[in-house]
């Protein structure tokens, strides 16, 4: 499997901003985060989330995982009635964000930031429910 930089990755595929309602859904994840005393975050080298959203790209990374991801909203197209389809592509990186390794494709951003819970819990470090 190749591996790509943050740069080629971004560059590499078609995105489109996040809906409001996936920002509304990242947001209330980051508050269960804290709540949960999880480390994941955006990198300092973007000032807002704002920028990522309308980027359609997310950037995470987590010290404690020791793990980079990109969850980018990739245009998937239109629909029978001519609405906008979206895909979530993820990416992660196991070397401190140098490169990236693709992930599944999943249908929204709940998903990928579910499968993302599930990697804090393998690593045995969320346990219970994450509320």
């Known amino acids: 499997m190749s591996k790509l930089s943050s740069d080629q990755v971004l560059e590499s595929i078609k995105r489109v901003p996040f809906s409001t309602s996936s920002y509304l859904v ?3 994840w980051t508050e269960v985060l804290r709540r949960n005393s999880l480390d994941l ?7 807002t989330l704002d920028m990522y959203m309308e980027a359609g790209a997310l950037i ?3 010290e404690a995982l020791q793990m980079h991801f990109i969850l980018a909203n990739v245009d998937a197209g239109r629909g029978f009635f ?3 389809k979206t895909r979530l592509a993820t990416f992660v990186s ?5 490169t990236y390794e693709a992930g ?9 930031l579910t499968g993302i819970n599930n990697i804090y819990r393998d690593a045995g470090i969320l346990k219970g429910i994450a509320y």
Do not use: A
């Open 26 to 28: 990242y947001r209330n």
């Open 41 to 47: 975050d955006l990198p300092s080298s973007w000032n």
């Open 60 to 62: 995470l990374q987590s």
């Open 82 to 84: 001519g609405g906008q």
């Open 94 to 98: 196991r070397d401190g964000g140098q």
């Open 104 to 112: 599944p494709v999943l249908k929204d951003l709940i998903q990928g």
